[in-house]
C-alpha cells in the first residue's frame, strides 16, 4: 500500500478540531453507494488517482458548516434545500484538504486534494484499493459517515 490506513483517533482529533466540540468516530463495514453526495479525489505526485473519501449531503453540510460556525439549522436547511451553500462548499473543500493527512505519514507517498465532486462517480474501489469507513458524532450537527478508499 502506498498510504496509510485512516486513524480513528487521528481522525475524531481533526473533527474535534473543526466542530470546536468532542467528536467520536467508530469504525465500521462500509458505506453504501446510494448514500455518497460528494466524493474528494486525490492524486499522487505523479497526478495519478490514489484515494478518495466520500460522504452523504448532511455529514457533507454539517462539516462545511461546523469550520465556520453557521449553526446547525443552516446544515438542516442544505439538506432540505439538496444543496451546500458556496461558503459551505468552500469550508467543506479545505475540510477535505485536511483529511488527506489522515492517509499519509513519514513513510508513505505524498498526495493532494484534486476535486471535491457530487455524487459517488469518482469513488476508487476495486482491485488495489482498500476500505476504510467510519461513524462520526458531530456534536450539535448530529451524525454522519465518511469513508474512506486508498491504495
Keep these: 500500500m502506498k498510504f496509510k490506513k485512516p486513524d480513528k483517533d487521528q481522525l ?38 490514489a484515494a478518495t473519501c466520500c460522504c452523504s449531503l448532511a455529514t457533507a453540510a454539517a462539516l462545511g458548516c461546523a469550520l465556520s460556525m453557521i449553526p446547525p439549522g443552516g446544515a438542516e436547511g442544505m439538506v432540505e434545500d439538496k444543496e451546500l451553500t458556496a461558503t459551505a462548499t468552500d469550508n467543506f473543500y479545505e475540510v477535505m484538504n485536511i483529511f488527506s493527512s489522515l492517509l499519509m505519514n513519514d513513510k508513505s507517498a505524498h498526495l493532494k486534494l484534486a476535486t471535491v465532486d457530487a455524487g459517488s462517480e469518482s469513488r476508487q474501489t476495486g482491485d488495489g484499493f482498500e476500505e476504510q469507513a467510519f461513524s462520526i458524532m458531530l456534536g450539535k450537527y448530529g451524525k454522519g459517515e465518511l469513508v474512506f478508499n486508498y491504495c
Design 12 to 49: 475524531e482529533g481533526m473533527l474535534t478540531m473543526i466542530l470546536g466540540a468532542d467528536a467520536e468516530a467508530a469504525e465500521v463495514k462500509g458505506v453504501d453507494d446510494a448514500s455518497i453526495g460528494f466524493t474528494a479525489m486525490y492524486i499522487d505526485d505523479d497526478g495519478a488517482h
